[in-house]
């Protein structure tokens, strides 16, 4: 996982050299995040290829094995919004020994002044939204 995001960043570094190239944010939030969240993953990257968005992080890694789409919801002078979906997540129920399906919405919000990342996770179905700070490089 940690060498194909290496190679990830990686890419998406060179390719900022040339103009009209790929911006990469290089984001690591809290895993903590409010309610002891754990279903933020630590490390996102999302790569924005003049307009074809793409985003991996450690469950995209292991459910898919490659970068997904992601959309802009949000840009303007402060601050710019990612969202992708993740469809069909198998997850383990412990209280009845079960597995369920679910249907993972995210959001990644960068702060352009900050350099702030805030992160979110909704469980499409479920009360619960999953929150987590932390900060992105661009790269």
């Not at 307009?51 to 789409?69: E, F, H, M, R, Y």
């Not at 020994?97 to 479920?126: C, D, E, H, N, W």
């Amino acid at each position: 996982m940690t060498k194909y995001m290496a190679i990830v960043a990686c890419v998406a570094t060179i390719g900022v050299a040339a103009p009209g190239f790929a911006k990469t944010y290089d984001c690591k939030v809290d895993e903590a995040g409010s309610g002891d969240n754990k279903g933020i993953p630590p490390h996102i990257i999302v790569t924005d290829d003049n307009g074809k968005i793409s985003v991996i992080d450690g469950l995209i890694q292991n459910t898919i094995g490659k970068p997904i789409a992601a959309q802009v919801e949000t840009e303007n002078a402060k601050r710019i919004t990612y969202t992708w979906t993740l469809e069909q997540i198998k997850g383990d129920v412990s209280q009845r020994s079960a597995s369920q399906i679910a249907r993972l919405v995210f959001r990644l919000t960068y702060q352009k002044a900050t350099g702030t990342a805030i992160a979110s996770m909704k469980p499409v179905g479920y009360r619960n939204t999953f929150r987590a700070k932390g900060k992105c490089t661009v790269k």
